[in-house]
């Protein structure tokens, strides 16, 4: 299985609203990575989890909150997002922080109305 | 600071015209040199690693080289289901990004019947 598998597809979201993103791998990885995509843009790094506990935080708004329950998932949970925030969210993995290259899920297409 | 650029940003072919996009690099010490390709709406699918100088893989119609300043994705004979855009990343050794990976912004290929 070489997969990372994200859901949903696609969410719309009120700015009031609370919603969670979620990722999951089958690899047996020990690094996840949450990333964000505009369009027409590279994916920018959000957050790194190394053997389950958060590595790396971006500087990004605390909108946005992620969670390593155990080694094969990760989640993104939103809540009070602005229409800014609409974007491609990308899970991806790889077998080691810092070193091998990632493989990515499909993504979960967000909109804040 | 490390940096990828990636040109031309956009390239349109006819089925069947050959070419070449690049990525030029500055890093502290390059870890890898990785291509994917990215469908609109969808993850990166990841396409090739290259470690070293002189290194070359291939893959059906794609072939990447890497010098030490930069690496060429060529496409031979390409076809329309070969249009997506095509991101170049590099992972350092050190310095402030070290293992995370830092994208160009991308070629968009289009390939017309």
């Known amino acids: 299985d070489t997969e990372v598998t994200q859901t949903p597809k696609h969410l719309v979201m009120g700015m009031t609203n609370k919603k969670s993103l979620k990722c999951e791998q089958h690899?047996?990885?020990?690094?996840m990575y949450w990333y964000k995509q505009k369009a027409k843009k590279p994916p920018e790094l959000m957050f790194v989890y190394s053997y389950e506990k958060l590595s790396i935080n971006e500087s990004v708004p605390s909108r946005f909150s992620p969670e390593c329950p155990n080694s094969s998932l990760l989640n993104l949970h939103l809540h009070a997002l602005q229409p800014e925030d609409s974007a491609l969210y990308l899970c991806a993995s790889s077998q080691e922080y810092r070193n091998y290259g990632y493989t990515f899920g499909s993504g979960t297409r967000l909109t804040v109305v | 600071e490390d940096q990828v650029t990636q040109s031309p940003e956009a390239l349109r072919l006819q089925e069947g015209e050959s070419s070449s996009l690049n990525c030029s690099y500055t890093?502290?010490?390059?870890?890898?040199l990785f291509w994917y390709r990215q469908d609109p709406g969808k993850g990166p699918e990841f396409l090739f690693t290259l470690y070293s100088a002189g290194e070359e893989k291939e893959k059906e119609r794609l072939k990447a080289t890497l010098t030490k300043k930069e690496s060429f994705l060529h496409i031979t004979a390409p076809k329309p289901e070969d249009s997506a855009t095509y991101l170049c990343a590099v992972q350092a050794i050190k310095g402030g990004s070290q293992g995370n990976l830092i994208f160009g912004k991308g070629t968009k290929l289009s390939v017309k019947p």
């Open positions: 690899m047996g990885h020990r690094a």
């Open positions: 890093v502290s010490g390059l870890r890898g």
